[in-house]
Structures are given as C-alpha cells and as structure tokens.
C-alpha cells in the first residue's frame, strides 16, 4: 500500500456537509485601521465563525462584507476571485487579497470541488467558458446544450447554469454571490428547489450570499445578519428585509407615501449639511 495519501477526499465517505466547518481571524495579522480589518465584522479584532448547517445564507445592507468573506472563502479554497472554479483561469487576479490571508480555515474533509458565483461577473465567465469549449475540437458539447447562454434571458441563463453546474457527487462547496440578481420570484422558488434537492445528497455545501427574503426562507437554512456592527445570527423575521417586505405588502400605498417622504427629508438634511460645510 502507499505510504501516500490523497488530498482529494473519497466520494465514498460518510461524511455530510457541512465541510467547511470554521472560519477565523488569524489574530497576529490584525492591523487596526487598514483594510480588511476596517470591516465592520473584523474591526473589534478575534473574528470566528462556526458553520452548522449546508446551507449558510449571508445577509444584510451593502458594505457590511458578505461579498469580501466569500471572495476571501474562495481564494482559500483555491477558486477563481473573478468566479469560476480550481480550473478556471480568466480575468487576472482581484484586487482584494488581504482579507484570505487573515483568516484560516477548518476543514472536515478539506474540500477544493466546487464554485464560486459572482452576479457581476457572471457573463465574462460564460464568454470564458463557451470560448474554451469552441476552442476545443475535441471539447464535449456544453453542459447547457448547444444554445449559448448569452442567446438567452439573464434569468433563465442564471438558472440553465445552476441545473447543470451545482451539485455532485463527490463533497463540494458553493459560494453564491446574489444568484437572486436576475431571478423573477417564480424562479427563485424554482433555485431553492434545485437546493433542497442537492442538500438532502449531504454532498453539498452553500454559503450564498442574498438580498432576497423568499431565499432567507430557506427551511432548514442558517442566516447570518452583517451589519455596521459586526454579526450575528437572525431569523427571517428579524431581518430588515422581510420587516420592510412586510409592511410593504400590508399597505403598499400608505408604506409607500411614508417611506419616500422619510427618505426625501433625510437626503435634504444631509445636503443642508454639506452645504453648511463647503
């Protein structure tokens, strides 16, 4: 027998996701005052997350770092920070580095299957990918069939690429940057089906990252709220979305009305304010 042992784990193993099992800062190289450590997660320094469920759904306003913790989960797990997998090589490198090397990571096995899917990125991938494939002469047919996914919606792209690309049979993570971006509520309803069928294999594991209050409904989902003040976990309740969702849909024109008269009368302080100041 080998004295050697492979790093890839055995798609026999009995193992269920979660893989990726824990995340923390790495307390030496805290630098107070410099990015990343001006994230409002990792400002008080100490930073340690525990992952409990398959599937882990990151939340909150813009420019709390749910998007930088996945980019920083990626690099460590060796996807592309454009977007992509181990094997995609595209786009040159992002420029957000310094919060992967902060952190370590516990695995349980270590896990290098997978993706990393960024909204934004999204069609460069594809270019990528369908470019590659017509560059091939001996290339398969591509996974979603003959017709580019560039010929097609954004949101039936989005999801012709999740049917054919998420799930499998050997342990694998995925990381979702807003896979909701281009998804009617019809189709996402028809995503967490796609979910619910891929966690119950125990081969999967999900950290998406989402503004979407039907996908923090997830049944059986962890959520992690991301705010000014750090984080922490919540319920679907206790998330702004739903609160505004549902006093939206219980007087849509009266919470309409009340709302955007708040919002105008604090943007014309706040312009009194800069003008006092200049």
Known sequence: MSRY??????????????????????????????FPFTLPFMRRGGFALEFTHPVTFL??????????????????????????????FYGGDSDEVGL????????????????????????NFISYVEGSYKEDPFAPEQPWGKRSLHARSHGEAFLAFFENRLG????????????????????????????????????????????????????????????????????????????????FCRDPARYLRDELARIAEERRQVQETNGQSE
């Not at 909150?60 to 992509?84: C, Q, V, W, Y």
């Not at 992967?100 to 069609?123: C, D, I, N, Y």
Request: hydrophobic share 40%; proline share 7%; charged share 25%.
């Open 168 to 247: 499998s049979n050997q342990p694998c993570l995925y990381l979702l940057d807003e896979p909701e971006s281009a998804l009617s509520p019809e189709r996402q309803l028809e995503f967490m089906a796609m979910l619910a069928e891929q966690r119950a294999t125990g081969k999967v594991q999900y950290v998406i990252a989402t503004h979407s209050p039907l996908l923090m409904g997830f049944p059986g989902a962890d959520l992690l709220h991301f705010s000014y003040r750090g984080l922490r976990r919540t319920t679907l309740a206790e998330t702004p979305h739903f609160r505004i969702y549902q006093a």
């Open 100 to 123: 992967a090397a902060a952190l370590t990571m516990a695995w349980l096995p270590k896990v290098t299957s997978g993706f990393f899917f960024r909204a934004e990125s999204f069609f």
């Open 59 to 88: 939340v909150g306003e813009n420019g709390t770092g749910k998007s930088s913790l996945l980019e920083a989960i990626a690099r460590n797990a060796g996807f592309n920070p454009r977007g992509g997998s181990r094997d995609n």
């Open 5 to 34: 042992r492979s790093t890839r784990p055995d798609p026999r193993s009995k193992l269920r996701a979660p893989f990726l099992l824990r995340i923390a800062e790495i307390e030496e190289k805290h630098e107070a005052g410099r």
